[in-house]
């Protein structure tokens, strides 16, 4: 069964963002529907897909060649 959203460390591990990095992507909005379940921040495997592919937005605001 397909995991439908992930915590920092494993969003960590599938994108080689820094949990720093993708805490900052949450507060700015870049992680939309990222959502808080008590202490832990969960990232849907969606919104990471999108974070990971070819153009997609990087950490700095900036597009990737």
């Given at each position: 069964?397909?995991?439908?959203?992930?915590?920092?460390?494993?969003?960590?591990?599938?994108?080689?963002?820094?949990?720093?990095?993708?805490?900052?992507?949450c507060r700015a909005g870049k992680i939309?529907?990222?959502?808080?379940?008590?202490?832990?921040?969960?990232?849907?495997?969606?919104?990471?897909?999108?974070?990971?592919?070819?153009?997609?937005?990087?950490?700095?605001?900036?597009?990737?060649?």
């Amino acid at each position: 069964m397909k995991k439908l959203a992930v915590g920092l460390q494993e969003a960590q591990e599938m994108t080689g963002i820094s949990q720093v990095t993708l805490r900052r992507m949450c507060r700015a909005g870049k992680i939309i529907k990222a959502v808080r379940v008590g202490r832990r921040v969960l990232i849907p495997v969606t919104e990471l897909e999108k974070l990971v592919k070819p153009g997609a937005v990087s950490g700095t605001g900036r597009t990737r060649a």
